[in-house]
């Protein structure tokens, strides 16, 4: 039994190290519905992984990682350990695994906290990441704020060089006129 534990403690663990984590309650769903959101999660697009685990698991797991913040967390409930590499599009995909499966206007699936680069995220937060645009936007993003002052710099030396042809013309056209 004590074996099964310590194995247990160690998959929690390698769900959570080195990726991004978001805890879940998914009171009121159905077992089809939840299997369709794991298989979304495997998928090649997200490459995460999805399981039910017992809080204290998560919290022996992250002990043993060196998560003090996970591990000091107070969680309550049912939890579904949402892990995987990308943390923005795992939130999404939670987002619309919960507007799908909410009847009645009542959410059956909610975020609870996520574990980010080493950050424990309330709810909200969490909610949050959900907002940002895909990691290669953003990267191309900064990649366009990096290439702004360069290629600024650039036309700015072109305007330079231009006015100074101009001028070298405009010279040249005077000479030409003078000697003729």
Known sequence: MRNEKIQM?????SLLEGKSAILISYQGISTNQFNGFRAKVASDDLK???RVVPNTLVKKAAEKLGYTALAEADLKGDTALVSGPDPVSLVKAIKEFA???AKDKQERVKIKMAYVEGALLNAADALALGDLPPKEAMQAQIL????APASGIVRAINAKIAS???VL???KA??????A
Request: glycine letters at 8%.
């Open 48 to 50: 995460g992984t999805c």
């Open 169 to 171: 013309n405009a010279f």
């Open 174 to 179: 005077k000479k030409e006129q003078e000697t």
């Open 9 to 13: 403690v160690q998959e929690v663990a």
């Open 164 to 166: 100074i042809v101009y």
């Open 144 to 147: 366009g704020l990096l290439q």
């Open 99 to 101: 507007k799908e499966s």
